[in-house]
């Protein structure tokens, strides 16, 4: 049995961790749909628009990769949103950011996150990482939105 595939929505105001992410999660295999935002603000938009920016199939297959320091809303911030709206709680999210304070990750995990990854500094312990998530998005399986 094959896991249908997903879509990831990047959430990365940083131009070059955008292009690494996409491109390493390619070379794991990752080859359908990719969609980046800039910004918390730009995510949820897109996420709660279900229609401009996605169109209704699209969104049903969504896992949302969401990095914390970004600006206009941050990714805590977006991630209490998504959390708390029905339409989106059932969202899969993933915090892909460099913040690794406990606190910070406790915060996330308790407003909803299903899985923190802390992105490493240095540039080959990002490659890896990101290809090590590549890998494991190809066999997540997603909750329908249907209540």
Do not use: W
Not at 16 to 27: I, K, T
């Amino acid at each position: 049995m094959t896991a249908n595939p997903v879509t990831i929505l990047l959430a990365e105001d940083d131009d070059g961790h955008a292009s690494l992410v996409q491109r390493n999660l390619e070379r794991a295999g990752l080859l359908n749909g990719f969609l980046r935002v800039k910004d918390g603000q730009e995510l949820l938009d897109c996420l709660n628009s279900g229609g401009a920016s996605m169109d209704s199939e699209l969104h049903e297959s969504v896992v949302v990769l969401l990095d914390i320091n970004m600006p206009r809303i941050d990714g805590i911030e977006a991630l209490r949103q998504i959390k708390s709206n029905p339409a989106t709680a059932r969202t899969p999210v993933i915090m892909l950011t460099t913040t690794d304070d406990p606190r910070e990750i406790d915060r996330c995990y308790e407003l909803g996150c299903n899985v923190y990854v802390t992105k490493p500094v240095e540039y080959e312990g990002f490659i890896d990482a990101i290809r090590r998530l590549g890998l494991f998005l190809q066999i997540v399986r997603r909750p329908r939105n249907s209540k």
